[in-house]
């Protein structure tokens, strides 16, 4: 019985290793809420764009976003743009009137993009994206590249990083792309700040970095093991006298290894103790 008991634990160690080795820069978006501002049934917040806040949110597929009418007067949140195609206004999705402190959810079951606005009072507007399932952060492993994306809080700028695995002794390197997020293509004159950390020490530290092409790499200083790395971006603004677009705004990663030091030494033990109490028992383990 101990001997049963003994191997059992050590595959379990084993199955706890691989689960645990497993990156995690993987993130679903699976809800999202939005905030019917106060105030919001005055002209006026459409300047701001804070109609809706955030105006605009992404969810994967089959994700479900929630509004909360967080005024005093009933709104609704209906899908389609007036302006652009009147006939389908309401065909995806219409909350009808939402009054004060209420909600409103609705689930999306394909991929695209969903404008709204609130038939009550047209000024307002918002955006609702659906993507396939985590691909925003979604890590593409190739040649001993992973590619990691992300956006800035307000949905205009995309940062795309290809980064190498991390092993101890050797640099990071990382390939940093600043995109439009509308168009998908390249921002010139990108300014922003890049760190990155391993276990709490530093590697890799710029600040006000301008770059004219918005397509430039970084290499970190030698890692001390292959843990994971922390990468933020702080997006500065764009341009060079006069800046636009997000400005302190922090665009995070983690860029792991395809599997953790740590959790091969665990499994091996654990292979190795299984086939030694095997060997002197003759008895298999059960799980």
């Not at 700028?157 to 190498?164: G, H, N, P, W, Y």
């Not at 700040?193 to 290499?219: F, K, N, P, R, Y």
């Amino acid at each position: 019985m101990k001997i049963t008991t003994t191997g059992t634990i050590f595959v379990f160690l084993a199955i706890m290793a691989s689960i645990i080795a497993t990156p995690t820069a993987f993130a679903d978006h699976m809800t999202a809420t939005v905030s019917i501002p106060s105030g919001s049934s005055v002209p006026g917040c459409e300047t701001t764009n804070e109609c809706f806040i955030p105006a605009e949110v992404t969810v994967d597929v089959g994700g479900e976003v929630t509004w909360s009418n967080d005024d005093t007067a009933a709104h609704t949140v209906t899908s389609g743009d007036l302006t652009v195609d009147p006939n389908n206004v309401g065909t995806v999705f219409d909350s009808n009137l939402i009054m004060a402190g209420k909600t409103f959810s609705h689930k999306f079951d394909a991929a695209g993009e969903y404008p709204y606005f609130c038939m009550v009072h047209p000024w307002t507007s918002g955006k609702v994206i659906v993507q396939e399932a985590m691909a925003e952060e979604k890590e593409e492993m190739m040649e001993g590249m992973m590619e990691i994306h992300g956006m800035s809080a307000d949905g205009t700028v995309k940062v795309e990083i290809e980064a190498s695995t991390p092993t101890a002794g050797e640099v990071l390197s990382l390939h940093v792309k600043f995109m439009d997020a509308a168009t998908g293509d390249t921002i010139e004159h990108i300014n922003y700040d890049i760190t990155a950390t391993q276990a709490g020490t530093t590697v890799l530290e710029m600040m006000g970095v301008h770059e004219h092409m918005g397509d430039v790499s970084h290499t970190t200083s030698a890692l001390s093991s292959g843990d994971p790395v922390d990468i933020a971006i702080t997006l500065q603004g764009i341009g060079i006298d006069t800046k636009t677009g997000p400005m302190g705004d922090v665009v995070m990663f983690t860029v792991v290894p395809e599997f953790g030091t740590i959790a091969v030494m665990i499994l091996g033990i654990a292979i190795v103790s299984i086939i030694a109490v095997t060997t002197r028992s003759k008895i298999i383990p059960r799980i």
